[in-house]
């Protein structure tokens, strides 16, 4: 695997040739958009800053943070983002020996949506978009997830979590 690693100001040309760009959680809702929103490479984006401005939330209103001890359930059983998981169990994303947060964010109706906060079905921890799929503003110019996990918490993550961003890299991975 070859690793570009490119700040968030550009060019979206960086993006030319990759398979994946990747968006740390680090990058502020400002820095990143809009250049890279239209390139026409899958995209995972982690945590919930940069959502507003590629256009899959309606603005800050859309998205928010709960503790990572907050469970979390599918939503959709038959969608690839939710690998093996059992449905209607609530779990947990974040080993408790990690005191941090979880991200959400309230995309359009055209999304694929994996994962929610317990009971909130409109507030979503994973979720993704088809090539074509209308977000809130314009158009996915190929496959997107957002992952409401920073990047930095990876190394925590439990095995539904580990299970769910494997999940989420290997559907990108074969976007056609």
Avoid: H
Avoid at 44 to 67: D, E, M, P, R
Avoid at 69 to 80: A, E, K
Avoid at 123 to 145: C, D, H, N, P, W
């Amino acid at each position: 695997m070859t690793v570009t690693v490119a700040a968030g100001t550009g060019p979206a040309s960086l993006a030319n040739g990759q398979n994946v760009v990747i968006v740390s959680s680090g990058v502020g809702s400002g820095d990143f958009v809009p250049i890279f929103k239209d390139v026409a490479v899958p995209m995972l984006v982690f945590g919930n800053s940069a959502y507003s401005n590629l256009g899959w939330i309606t603005g800050s209103s859309g998205k928010g943070t709960v503790g990572s001890t907050t469970l979390v359930s599918l939503v959709d059983t038959t969608t690839p983002l939710v690998s093996d998981l059992m449905t209607g169990v609530g779990f947990k994303m974040i080993l408790d020996s990690r005191s941090t947060s979880l991200y959400w964010g309230t995309p359009a109706p055209a999304a694929i949506r994996a994962v929610s906060i317990m009971g909130q079905q409109t507030q979503l921890v994973s979720f993704g978009y088809e090539k074509g799929a209308a977000l809130m503003t314009g158009t996915a110019a190929a496959r997107r997830i957002g992952f409401g996990v920073k990047i930095d918490s990876l190394q925590d993550l439990t095995i539904e979590g580990f299970k769910l961003v494997m999940a989420a890299i290997e559907w990108l991975a074969a976007a056609p």
